[in-house]
T-cell receptor, first 112, second 114 residues
Framework: KQEVTQIPAALSVPEGENLVLNCSFTDSAIYNLQWFRQDPGKGLTSLLLIQSSQREQTSGRLNASLDKSSGRSTLYIAASQPGDSATYLCAVSSQRDDKIIFGKGTRLHILP | DTAVSQTPKYLVTQMGNDKSIKCEQNLGHDTMYWYKQDSKKFLKIMFSYNNKELIINETVPNRFSPKSPDKAHLNLHINSLELGDSAVYFC?????????????FGNGTRLTVT
């Protein structure tokens, strides 16, 4: 059964720093991995989608990597800003049962 | 110009009532989903529909019934509401099922059962 874990559960960093969020999954049989952002009281916004054949994707200050064999993904945020404060979730699309499995998220707080 | 819209945003009701949550997407996607987010912020899939046909039905109580009149709409009807049904429910859509396209989520419906 696919399980997705995100570490740390919460993170506070000063504005301007670069940071890395981690996501691990137990079953490498995935179609893709997706990173989302969730703001309080709002829906989820898709940030980056990495297909299983890809190693990384970049969008602005965000860079997501995927190492399928080791079951790991990282989300790198460069030059963090207070507006980056949110909960970040990763989700994998499982080949075995055609489901999208979410981690519990990392609550990020950027200190101004 | 919202891509995935859910109504209502907030829903407060008493135990035993029947309620519905509506979801519409204007992205032309083939697949729509309902997710439940519990108090610990854990998102879990409930249902998935592809072109109006049910393709995933997780082990949710049969008090929950999805209805898809067309591929742009997936409504969630809940009978005999219980306290444990209190949660935030998210609708989502994607193209080509799980495989290659990002999920787009609605803003969620916060259901409170008293």
């Amino acid at each position: 059964k696919q399980e997705v874990t995100q570490i740390p559960a919460a993170l506070s960093v000063p504005e301007g720093e670069n940071l890395v969020l981690n996501c691990s999954f137990t079953d490498s049989a995935i179609y893709n991995l997706q990173w989302f952002r969730q703001d309080p009281g709002k829906g989820l916004t898709s940030l980056l989608l990495i297909q299983s054949s890809q190693r990384e994707q970049t969008s602005g200050r965000l860079n997501a990597s995927l190492d399928k064999s080791s079951g790991r993904s990282t989300l790198y945020i460069a030059a963090s800003q207070p507006g980056d404060s949110a909960t970040y979730l990763c989700a994998v699309s499982s080949q075995r049962d055609d489901k999208i499995i979410f981690g519990k998220g990392t609550r990020l707080h950027i200190l101004p | 110009d919202t891509a995935v819209s859910q109504t209502p945003k907030y829903l407060v009701t008493q135990m035993g009532n029947d309620k519905s949550i509506k979801c519409e997407q204007n992205l032309g996607h083939d697949t729509m989903y309902w997710y439940k987010q519990d108090s610990k912020k854990f998102l879990k899939i409930m249902f998935s529909y592809n072109n109006k046909e049910l393709i995933i039905n997780e082990t949710v109580p049969n008090r929950f019934s999805p209805k898809s009149p067309d591929k742009a709409h997936l409504n969630l009807h809940i009978n005999s509401l219980e306290l444990g049904d209190s949660a935030v429910y998210f609708c989502a859509s994607s193209q080509e099922g799980n495989y290659f396209s990002p999920l787009h989520f609605g803003n969620g419906t916060r259901l409170t059962v008293t």
